[in-house]
């Protein structure tokens, strides 16, 4: 925790002894306030908000506190450090809104792919791998984190496109003997490069040619259109 983080815990924690109406030993003792966790969703949104602007180290509970219109005291009775906040709001990222019932199905491998590709899901593809990247001081230092990572931002991608691939195999399309699971974590892993590495956009360009030309061809199919 940053040395401003540490007066604002403090000043918190007077905020929060006046708010629970903490009184003195000689006092006669009163249950303070049942704590309210219906402000819980906006605060964890906005400490991904604000994760995705400004990383891990340069992240604030101040900054989450404003962003959520809460009060310090509010977070730091929930949330004592910074790190606890922070995989708590991992944990609840959302997942992908497709879930395996509604999966596209057009029939082939490349169509289902392609219509994955929506504005909404690129945007928050984005915003994932961006948090993922204000992550990056952490993962090393906590297996915890970075298991939590995984499974909000890589894992529900991962998971459709192996559901896809399998749907693929069923149906004949694709041999048995493709290599599922590696086909799945292509195009996350690839998004992940081209956006922290490369610092370019994913937009629709670059996942059509992550499609046609390596998800496709390496499931067996030819290249390009002509697997359709």
């Not at 924690?13 to 903490?22: M, P, Q």
């Not at 219906?38 to 995705?52: E, F, Q, S």
Request: aromatic letters at 2%.
């Amino acid at each position: 925790m940053t040395q401003s983080d540490s007066l604002a815990r403090a000043e918190a924690v007077a905020e929060l002894e006046a708010d629970t109406g903490a009184e003195s030993p000689a006092s006669s003792p009163r249950l303070g306030r049942k704590r309210d966790h219906t402000r819980d969703p906006d605060i964890l949104a906005a400490a991904i908000d604000v994760l995705a602007e400004t990383g891990f180290d340069g992240m604030t509970i101040d900054m989450v506190a404003a962003r959520a219109k809460a009060g310090k005291a509010t977070l730091y009775r929930r949330w004592p450090s910074k790190a606890e906040l922070v995989l708590d709001a991992v944990v609840c990222m959302k997942a992908a809104d497709i879930s395996p019932a509604s999966l596209p199905d057009t029939g082939s491998l490349r169509g289902d792919l392609i219509a994955l590709i929506k504005p909404r899901s690129i945007e928050e593809g984005e915003k994932k791998l961006q948090v993922m990247a204000g992550l990056v001081s952490m993962l090393s230092q906590s297996p915890e984190l970075a298991e939590a990572a995984n499974a909000a931002i890589v894992e529900p991608r991962a998971a459709l496109n192996r559901l896809l691939l399998q749907r693929a195999v069923d149906r004949g399309e694709i041999s048995p003997d493709c290599d599922i699971d590696t086909l799945a974590v292509l195009m996350p892993a690839m998004a992940a490069f081209r956006i922290l590495v490369q610092r370019k956009p994913m937009d629709r360009e670059f996942l059509m040619s992550l499609i046609d030309g390596v998800i496709v061809p390496a499931a067996g199919l030819g290249h390009g259109r002509s697997a359709q």
